[in-house]
């Protein structure tokens, strides 16, 4: 079976990073929005767990992951000239 390709955790912290530290500040004084962002990082954190339990279940199936950095991944097959 080929690799599964996955983003690479680090995506994850990034988004959650920007979001708690500058995203949540500029909507401080709007409850609203703040309960928006807020549901936004609880969904990011619970996708990240999520995509680590996928992991745990390839490795044990003995199955290959490929964490990916973009969607622009090269699969290493040769491409032919024009």
């Known amino acids: ?16 990073q920007l979001l708690e530290r500058q995203t949540m500040s500029a909507v401080s004084q709007n409850p609203d929005l703040r309960r928006q962002v807020n549901q936004l990082i609880i969904t990011l ?15 044990f199936s003995s199955v290959a992951v490929d964490h990916r950095w973009s969607i622009n991944h090269n699969s290493g097959k040769a491409v032919a000239p024009d």
Do not use: G
Request: aromatic share 4%; proline share 10%; glycine share 0%.
């Open 1 to 16: 079976m080929e690799q599964i390709p996955l983003p690479s955790p680090v995506h994850y912290e990034l988004i959650l």
């Open 45 to 59: 954190r619970k996708a990240a767990v999520q995509q680590k339990h996928l992991e745990e279940i390839c490795q």
